[in-house]
Nanobody, 124 residues
Framework: QVQLVESGGGLVQAGGSLRLSCAAS????????MGWFRQAPGKEQEFVAT????????DYADSVKGRFTISRDNAKNTVYLQMNSLKPEDTAVYYC?????????????????WGQGTQVTVSS
């Protein structure tokens, strides 16, 4: 059974930083892309960042480019999202997901398993 467990969310002031972690088990982690998505209250889920199987390729939503960094440690079966210069509009529940393929993907339908989510709240 595949499990993804996110951690690291919390309350932070605008301009601050948080680092989210997502620990995976039950699947050969290093064979698959990983992604981060988020959902704010009353809004649809949106793509945040993606990383390919080996970590050599990453991409981001325009809204977070230059502020967020996705990375992975395949030895620890963990993917990270470093979030800097946080804004109130970054407030959302953040979800990690493991991809069906080894390449990056922006499409949530190309992700097979999802974590339970971690709340990030940015105060102004």
């Amino acid at each position: 059974q595949v499990q993804l467990v996110e951690s690291g969310g919390g309350l932070v002031q605008a301009g601050g930083s948080l680092r989210l972690s997502c620990a995976a088990s039950g699947r050969t982690f290093s064979d698959h892309a990983m992604g981060w998505f988020r959902q704010a209250p009353g809004k649809e889920q949106e793509f945040v960042a993606t990383i390919n199987w080996g970590g050599s390729n990453t991409d981001y939503a325009d809204s977070v480019k230059g502020r967020f960094t996705i990375s992975r440690d395949n030895a620890k079966n963990t993917v990270y999202l470093q979030m800097n210069s946080l804004k109130p509009e970054d407030t959302a529940v953040y979800y990690c997901a493991i991809g069906h393929y080894s390449r990056m993907s922006y499409d949530p339908y190309e992700y097979d398993y999802w974590g339970q989510g971690t709340q990030v709240t940015v105060s102004s």
